[in-house]
């Protein structure tokens, strides 16, 4: 039994947390959320990029390191434990994982080195407004040109490439192109957004240049977000964890009724059950880490259960820093704002829980079908 | 990472499950069966186990055990499970009470008493709580006082484990009243047919007794050789044998996946018309929460072991489980009546069988959220324990026990 970190990925997640805790301190998530640095942060992306991060589960034949799924686990924790106001997750959790599994050989030669080394920012275009894991699509492609639009796209307004989702006939299946921003054919607008470190717009497709990947259904759509939400869940976990110790240790400093709060039981037992839900979490979490890298296991239920479990974990961690801070929790100045709009980012980001669960037990009910013949 | 064992854990995994696989089939019981039927079905199992160095798997070759580390014992545990063995019996005594002995009782204590706990020869009994000490066990009543070379017990005893099958109990006594309730407590191990012993099945409230019992104590005569430790440290070598608990707890049905099973079945089942209610979408987050509850808790113990592998100590997050399972079992017992509206509550039709499973849920779970360790208990452990929050405030640590206001309210 060994459902832990190994050494090197404990070392790895060292060295990426020293990298973060130097140039992403809460006041570089505080700039993108004040609005003196748009966006993201270009410094800490930069380094990112230097560094080699970006392109840490990238094949060595394209500039990466070829690090096994679980290494991009761990960088998801740490950057999610800093809050880091960088677009890592459209560019190397959705697309560029996209281009390595359903591109053509000269579209990874083409982008998955400038996806690696951050020159170019990826992303994944699905939604059309409101909608579940199967949204309906009708931006669609016809002669290689694409007609429609997307939104939100998750830092749409900085991306360079992303991967759109767009039917080619109607009544199909929706399938996976990759369209380069910067062209005639492409507008965009930027969103108002609940976490404005992490940034959304909207874009519009008339007539853009688009190329095909070979993910052509849902199943293979499927399959893309599976991978994206264990990383997702990773990254809520490191969140939630640190949400969690910024709770205790108001706890302990602040007093009231002449001694610590964390010392009421009403206080104690609720940051106990943010710890509860936590460890679920990191343990479905891990589980999912080990079906990302484990090929011939369940990962539609893997990706199910560390997404929900996840997700429910930010949720309460977040709320009960801010609840636990009292008036000052809802203040601007304080930082429990910047968990309570992280949470619920990546809450949604890739569906709502409700639509995860019910996916869950459909795939739950249809194997027990299966198995009664 | 990954859920395998490790070479030299898989070989031992291996050679378990070849000798059980060649052993264990005749030993299998129908659960359930008249308690005097599964204490015979216990002792022949343990008996055999015995015979092949499984049967108390962590203690020292000396008396007759293995010398295994506990993590091989879960493994052992792990492949045992596998078969409907009669196991829970003889678990106090091995793993709770002679380990206890040997920390911290004389060698007089424990050896006579080694070779037939380890065969299940001889039976114990857990016997801490009272009725007015349960999560605050230092409020223990029972009195024992010092005459000659005995000690005169009196008082009373409850959800004592098996008394009414077992031959030696473990238990705590109020040695001192005039000090502190913490600081008064001796234990003692005692003969269960000493005279003045009286024992009653305690009654579910579902109306089965689950072999838990109250012990009523009257001028019963225990050897002052019985006493472990010293006077006074009653409440240090209840703590310490409450820890070797400590993974069990977990290891136990309520953990696994069979409480889902009705629950999910009978969702497939009903039908509102024409629409079963698995595919409302109520029904589908209730059944996705707890499928991950419990798959969390799954891949939460798989992390426990891995810790236990390396030699790592485990503190109250093992209780973690138990805590989360048994109010999620409590709530999915009472929502699946829900969806059957008045015949949730009625046991006739052809899915009675999932349904009287859910009743015994229903009812079973309440008990979960209370034994080995409260969810008040535990979420205390784990904020002080675990996150580092401050303690409660005691009012009764430096206050001799007969002047506690509790004392002097039950005097009245």
Redesign the interface.
């Known amino acids: 039994m060994n459902l832990d970190d190994t050494e090197e990925q404990k070392s790895i997640k060292e060295q990426i947390g020293k990298l973060l805790q130097e140039q992403c301190g809460i006041a570089v998530v505080r700039r993108v959320i004040e609005g003196t640095a748009p966006d993201y942060d270009r410094q800490l992306w930069r380094s990112l990029g230097e560094l080699g991060w970006l392109a840490a589960g990238t094949p060595e034949q394209y500039g990466g390191m070829a690090l096994d799924p679980v290494f991009l686990c761990g960088m998801a924790e740490e950057l999610g434990r800093a809050l880091a106001p960088v677009p890592v997750a459209s560019s190397v959790f959705l697309a560029a994982q996209i281009v390595r599994e359903h591109g053509s050989e000269s579209q990874r030669q083409k982008f998955l080195p400038l996806l690696g080394s951050g020159a170019t920012i990826g992303t994944f275009a699905l939604w059309e407004g409101p909608g579940g894991l199967r949204p309906h699509v009708a931006a669609h492609v016809r002669d290689s040109k694409l007609y429609g639009f997307k939104s939100p796209v998750p830092d749409g307004v900085v991306a360079d490439i992303a991967v759109v989702a767009a039917v080619t006939e109607a009544g199909s299946e929706p399938a996976l192109f990759l369209v380069e921003l910067d062209q005639p054919g492409v507008s965009r607008r930027p969103l108002h957004t609940l976490d404005p470190t992490r940034p959304a717009a909207r874009l519009e497709f008339s007539g853009a240049r688009v190329e095909a990947l070979t993910a052509t259904d849902w199943t293979a759509i499927e399959r893309v977000t599976d991978r994206a939400a264990i990383f997702c869940a990773f990254e809520q976990v490191g969140g939630a964890a640190r949400a969690l110790e910024e709770a205790v240790a108001y706890a302990n400093a602040r007093y009231a009724f002449g001694r610590p709060i964390g010392g009421f039981q009403a206080i104690k037992h609720r940051l106990a059950d943010v710890c509860i839900q936590i460890e679920l979490a990191r343990s479905n979490a891990y589980h999912g880490a080990w079906a990302l890298n484990t090929p011939g296991t369940d990962l539609p239920v893997a990706a199910c259960i560390a997404r929900i479990s996840a997700t429910r974990a930010f949720e309460l961690a977040a709320r009960e820093l801010l609840h636990v801070h009292g008036g000052f929790g809802m203040t601007w100045e304080s930082d429990c704002h910047l968990f309570y709009r992280r949470s619920r980012h990546l809450a949604v980001g890739l569906g709502g829980a409700g639509d995860w669960s019910d996916r869950l037990v459909g795939i739950l009910d249809r194997q027990s079908r299966v198995q009664a013949g | ?6 070479p030299p ?1 898989a070989l031992l995994r291996a050679e378990f499950a070849s000798w059980l696989a060649a052993n264990a089939p005749p030993f299998q019981i129908d659960a359930p069966m008249p308690r005097a039927e599964e204490v015979k079905a216990t002792r022949a199992w343990q008996a055999h186990k015995a015979r092949a160095g499984y049967a108390a798997f962590t203690w020292a070759k000396e008396f007759g055990g293995r010398g295994g580390t506990q993590y091989q014992w879960l493994l052992f545990n792990d492949e045992e499970g596998k078969y409907r063995l009669p196991v829970d019996i003889p678990h106090g005594g091995i793993d709770l009470v002679l380990p206890t002995l040997m920390k911290f009782g004389r060698p007089d204590q424990y050896r006579p008493l080694a070779e037939s706990t380890r065969t299940a020869q001889i039976i114990w009994a857990i016997s801490f709580s009272e009725p007015g000490a349960g999560s605050d066990v230092s409020a223990a009543r029972l009195k024992a006082v010092r005459d000659g070379d005995h000690y005169v017990f009196n008082g009373q005893k409850t959800w004592t484990s098996w008394a009414k099958f077992s031959d030696w109990a473990i238990t705590l006594a109020r040695t001192d009243p005039g000090v502190s309730k913490q600081k008064g407590l001796s234990c003692f191990i005692l003969d269960m047919r000493s005279p003045g012993i009286e024992v009653r099945p305690i009654r579910y409230m579902e109306g089965e007794a689950h072999g838990f019992d109250e012990v009523f104590f009257t001028d019963v005569r225990v050897p002052a050789a019985q006493l472990i430790g010293k006077e006074g440290d009653g409440l240090k070598i209840f703590l310490s044998t409450l820890s070797l608990d400590r993974f069990t707890t977990t290891s136990h049905r309520e953990i696994s996946a069979v409480n889902f099973e009705p629950i ?1 079945r009978l969702s ?1 089942a009903i039908t509102d018309g024409q629409t079963r209610r ?1 595919d409302e ?1 109520d029904v ?2 209730r ?3 707890y ?3 419990i ?3 799954q ?2 113990r ?2 426990h ?3 236990m ?1 390396r030699g790592e100590d485990l503190g109250p ?1 093992t209780a ?1 489980g138990k ?2 399972l048994a109010n999620r079992l409590q709530e999915m017992a009472a929502f699946t009546m829900d969806w059957l509206g008045p015949a949730g509550v009625a046991s006739e039709a052809d899915y009675a069988a999932d349904l009287a499973a859910v009743h015994e849920a229903y009812f079973m779970s309440a008990g979960y959220r209370i034994g080995a360790g409260t969810d ?1 208990i ?3 452990s ?3 324990r ?8 005691r009012t009764d640590k430096d206050v001799p026990f007969n002047e506690l206001r509790e004392t002097a309210a039950k005097r009245q």
């Open positions: 990472m990954n859920f395998d064992d490790s854990d999910f497939k698995i979408r589908r987050q059944l996705a929460d499928y991950c509850d798959r969390g808790v891949n939460l798989a992390r072991m891995t810790g592998a997050e973690i805590l989360v008040e535990i979420r205390n784990i904020g002080e675990v996150l580092g929050l401050p303690p409660d405030i």
